[in-house]
């Protein structure tokens, strides 16, 4: 865990991307959008944990149709900035059968937890799988998954806030920030 100096020396220096203000303009436009694909399937929306607690805390209010909602809660990146092998912490197995399921994740990078996902709820017999991500970083290159709906493009950089931590800090803050250059380790 870092020093609370050092926490707040990675805000200091560096760089809003997403203000609270476009955020939450985003977020109305997800879920309008949501809204004419899914509001007559009476989907489980699933909330991938930690990182999309704040998004979807945000997100549901403004979803204005019958929904269930659960959470699963995987782990790739640890309290790191790259990402390894997928850990599995939680996975509501039961509630899936049959239903229109739709996944809320914060953020689509290199696509390997949320490609590793689809293929467990699918395997689980849901009737169909959708996602929804805030933001989809721009890695250059192929993905092995491609959200449904998506918030912002995102450089290729390290964020956090809204939700998405740097070395398990800063989900707290209401806006996205990207860390500087070279601060990564
Ligand atoms: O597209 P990928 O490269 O696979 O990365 C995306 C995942 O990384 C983050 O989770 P993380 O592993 O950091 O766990 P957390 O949500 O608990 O922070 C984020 O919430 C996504 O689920
Ligand atoms: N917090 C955070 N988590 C991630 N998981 C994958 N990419 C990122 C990122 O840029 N920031």
Not at 4 to 11: A, C, D, F, P
Not at 30 to 36: P, R, S, V, Y
Not at 58 to 70: G, Q, S
Not at 73 to 101: C, E, S
Request: glycine content about 6%.
């Amino acid at each position: 865990m870092l020093t609370r100096e050092k926490t707040e020396q990675i805000l200091e220096n560096a760089e809003l991307i997403y203000s609270a203000e476009a955020i939450a303009e985003t977020i109305q436009r997800l879920a309008d959008e949501i809204a004419a694909q899914l509001s007559n399937q009476y989907p489980l929306v699933l909330c991938v944990m930690k990182g999309a607690v704040v998004f979807a805390g945000h997100l549901l209010p403004k979803l204005a149709f019958p929904l269930n909602f659960e959470y699963l809660q995987v782990t790739r990146y640890h309290n790191a900035t790259r990402g390894g092998a997928l850990d599995w912490l939680v996975f509501p197995q039961n509630a899936i059968k049959d239903r229109a399921v739709l996944v809320i994740d914060d953020i689509l990078d290199e696509g390997v937890t949320l490609a590793e996902i689809r293929t467990k709820i699918l395997d689980c017999g849901a009737r169909s799988f959708h996602s929804v991500v805030l933001a989809d970083k721009d890695i250059g290159k192929n993905k092995p998954f491609h959200a449904d709906f998506v918030g912002f493009v995102l450089p290729d950089r390290y964020v956090f806030g809204f939700g998405m931590d740097v070395h398990s800090a800063w989900r707290n803050l209401p806006a996205i920030y990207a860390l500087q250059s070279g601060a990564e380790r």
